[in-house]
């Protein structure tokens, strides 16, 4: 069985589930790591992220503007993530 889950949260609309999955992934005694971007990124600065901390590993998509002024998206992170987990699911 993994060990690793991973959690990718790029929608702000199910923090509740975000929450239990990580509960119950850690009482199973898995590592959980937890990934925000996109829509997501706003639950990463309200109550859940405190919630999570010391449950899970907690990482951000941090998007920075390139030379021309588009937003580029910095995959280092995300593969990161993914590189860590077993399993992932997604929100």
């Given at each position: ?8 949260v790029n929608s702000d609309r199910h923090p509740e589930y975000v929450l239990k999955l ?70």
């Amino acid at each position: 069985m993994a060990g690793r889950l991973g959690i990718l949260v790029n929608s702000d609309r199910h923090p509740e589930y975000v929450l239990k999955l990580c509960q119950a992934a850690s009482l199973r005694g898995r590592q959980v790591s937890v990934h925000f971007t996109g829509a997501g990124l706003g639950l990463a600065e309200g109550p859940l992220i405190e919630t999570l901390e010391g449950m899970a590993h907690i990482s951000r998509e941090l998007h920075s503007s390139g030379r021309d002024g588009v937003p580029k998206l910095p995959c280092l992170a995300l593969s990161e993530f993914f590189r860590r987990c077993d399993r992932t699911v997604v929100f």
